[in-house]
């Protein structure tokens, strides 16, 4: 499952557009990263590129009397889709443990050097990690992507079955060891599950289909696969809800990364 699945020219023009628009938008990138099926480890040759990145404006926009809009969206480009989070929002929801700035922040795939302040987003993720949160998290995207087909006895989109599995591995990983995230790239997921041979096996059967075919290629259907996937989404509430993190220490700790990054930048 390699983790090369972005080429040196889409890098180049992605790292292009996104300093096109810090201009237009007036505004720095702090962290930009791949966060689809290329960063998951498991792209079809049709798969899109999903380009996130963290920002932040000069100082004078956060001291407005009515908050500015906190994201910044446009319209996807030939397969490119760029979106991004403000720094502020970043931050209050990586305080609540939120799986997906998490995902951002351990992407194996960037399109931009990181900012230094990634390397205290991620001590502070690791510091409020939730475990209880993230599993209920990925136990939600986990049955929604199976509903339909893991009840049924037809073929079914690789896609889909991948949609289910990469939750159901963080699930996994979470019950072996609830103080660590799990990470977002599925090679680094089955290396921490502890899978048996037969199951790390079917499951790059299916990375390799998927790197063939389209989003929508039928597969034949893997009963122990299915299996784990139906056991470890059931399992999500046996994580402890407890956490050892002190609310008051994280916030205090993220207020001041905050107004440290904004103080470095520009009034306007």
Not at 51 to 64: G, H, K, N
Not at 100 to 112: A, F, G, K, N
Not at 239 to 263: E, K, M, R
């Amino acid at each position: 499952m390699s983790l090369n699945t972005v080429s040196p020219a889409i890098k180049h023009d992605v790292a292009q557009r996104l300093k096109t628009l810090e201009r237009q938008e007036n505004m720095h990138i702090l962290l930009a990263v791949e966060s689809g099926s290329r960063a998951w480890g498991f792209p079809s040759p049709d798969s899109d590129y999903d380009i996130r990145f963290v920002y932040i404006r000069p100082r004078d926009w956060y001291l407005q009397l009515h908050p500015g809009r906190d994201v910044i969206e446009t319209p996807i480009e030939n397969d490119i889709d760029l979106n991004g989070w403000d720094i502020r929002k970043a931050l209050l929801l990586l305080l609540k443990s939120n799986a997906v700035i998490s995902e951002w922040i351990d992407s194996p795939i960037r399109y931009l050097p990181d900012h230094p302040v990634v390397q205290h987003l991620s001590q502070l993720a690791d510091t409020v990690l939730n475990a209880r949160g993230l599993a209920h998290h990925y136990a939600s995207l986990g049955n929604n992507a199976a509903e339909r087909w893991l009840t049924s006895d037809g073929p079914v989109p690789v896609k889909k079955y991948f949609y289910a599995l990469r939750p159901a591995l963080a699930i996994r990983c979470l019950r072996l060891a609830p103080h660590s995230r799990p990470p977002m790239n599925l090679q680094a997921l089955v290396e921490r599950a502890t899978l048996t041979p037969a199951l790390q096996e079917d499951i790059a059967t299916l990375v390799a289909a998927k790197a063939r075919t389209n989003e929508r290629h039928n597969t034949a259907r893997l009963p122990a696969l299915e299996a784990l996937i139906k056991d470890e989404l059931h399992r999500a509430p046996e994580i402890p809800a407890h956490t050892t993190c002190n609310a008051t220490q994280a916030l205090a700790q993220s207020n001041q990364i905050f107004l440290d990054l904004v103080n470095s930048f520009p009034a306007s």
